[in-house]
């Protein structure tokens, strides 16, 4: 089975744009859940998404957004960029039941200027 | 709420030195606990996990077993190799958290030849 995949791999952007990140979780998994990554806050959750609805969200502003499709492919977006966005960006899926473990994608290195 | 406590790192140790990082969970019901490593430049991998008390989950030489009477899941591996260099992360879901993660702050090991 093919893993958890991110694109891109690597992003740069400058202040006040706005990004997509995309995640393709395992095939049959239908939560996909996503983290940013920090030096200074480690992981934080932002959102998850289950059958094309969130259903937990972290705390982060307004500008953090996402959604998930049918075919349970998901993206994130991040609107009005600061320099405190830069980070790793990770996708997690998992199979149904709270017992199942998530699966990491790559991550997504976003790096705002 | 519910929440993970990890150890502060970062960890250096010697090869073949005994390995233990420090987890405690906060949480009602029954959780289901991880543990996650990150080697640089990757996504997080799942280590182990247990998802019952008393259960002991192991793999590549760690093992960790779930006490629900103390809250903890502690990490340990008797003899540490120069590869087990990473960060380290113990999470928990179920429970009271529902589907939803919570992952500690990560612990550094550098094991030093």
């Known amino acids: 089975k093919a893993g958890v995949t991110q694109t891109p791999r690597y992003l740069i952007k400058t202040r006040g744009q706005q990004v997509t990140l995309s995640c393709s979780p395992i095939s049959g998994h239908r939560s996909v859940s996503w983290y940013q990554q920090t030096p200074g806050q480690g992981l934080q959750f932002l959102f998850e998404y289950f059958s094309e609805t969130q259903r937990n969200k972290g705390n982060f502003p307004g500008r953090f957004s996402g959604r998930q499709f049918s075919n349970s492919r998901s993206e994130m977006n991040v609107s009005t960029l600061e320099l405190g966005d830069s980070a790793l960006y990770l996708c997690?899926?998992?199979?149904?039941?709270?017992?199942?473990?998530?699966?990491f994608g790559p991550g997504t290195r976003l790096t705002v200027l | 709420g519910n929440s993970v406590t990890q150890m502060e790192g970062p960890v250096t140790l010697s090869e073949e030195a005994f390995l233990t990082i420090n987890c405690t969970y906060t949480a009602t019901g029954y959780p289901s606990l991880f543990w996650y490593v990150q080697y640089p430049g990757e996504g997080l991998q799942l280590l182990l996990k247990a998802t019952k008390a008393d259960d002991k989950g192991s793999n590549k030489g760690f093992e960790a077993t779930y006490r629900k009477e103390t809250t903890s899941f502690h990490l340990e591996k008797g003899s540490v190799q120069v590869s087990d260099s990473a960060v380290y992360f113990c999470a928990l879901s179920g429970g009271s958290t529902g589907n939803q993660f919570y992952f500690g702050t990560g612990t550094s090991l550098t094991v030093i030849p």
């Open positions: 997690a899926s998992r199979a149904p039941s709270s017992y199942n473990e998530q699966f």
